[in-house]
């Protein structure tokens, strides 16, 4: 019974480190987006200026739809990955307290 109650607390306490990577996580996102997006404004106001697309952009407005797209695509695929990971550890609690209960 008391190895039980140790994996019981184990579980829980994997659950709340999980809690803080995911908040370390949001932060994460922010610069997912953010730091393309600075490099695609410069790049594209490089690419704009050589190429003289001018007061339109282009470049600007194309890298920043790239950046946006790819930086969706990392987000997407990390949440999945934590979602899934999540579920794992509830689910290993949920059968721990049965187990118990």
């Given at each position: 019974m008391?190895?039980?109650n140790?994996?019981?607390?184990?579980?829980?306490?994997k659950?709340?480190?999980?809690?803080?990577?995911?908040?370390?996580?949001?932060?994460?996102?922010?610069?997912?987006?953010?730091?393309?997006?600075?490099?695609?404004?410069?790049?594209?106001?490089?690419?704009?200026?050589?190429?003289?697309s001018?007061?339109?952009?282009?470049f600007?407005?194309?890298?920043?739809v790239?950046s946006?797209?790819?930086?969706?695509?990392?987000?997407?695929?990390?949440f999945?990955?934590?979602t899934?990971?999540l579920?794992?550890?509830?689910?290993?609690?949920?059968?721990?307290?049965?187990?118990?209960?």
């Amino acid at each position: 019974m008391e190895s039980e109650n140790s994996k019981l607390v184990e579980l829980k306490k994997k659950q709340e480190s999980f809690r803080t990577r995911l908040f370390l996580m949001m932060i994460e996102i922010a610069f997912v987006f953010a730091v393309p997006a600075a490099i695609a404004v410069f790049a594209g106001k490089k690419l704009d200026s050589v190429y003289g697309s001018g007061q339109d952009s282009k470049f600007s407005i194309i890298l920043l739809v790239i950046s946006f797209v790819i930086s969706w695509i990392i987000v997407i695929i990390r949440f999945r990955r934590a979602t899934k990971a999540l579920k794992n550890i509830s689910k290993d609690i949920e059968k721990e307290k049965h187990r118990n209960g």
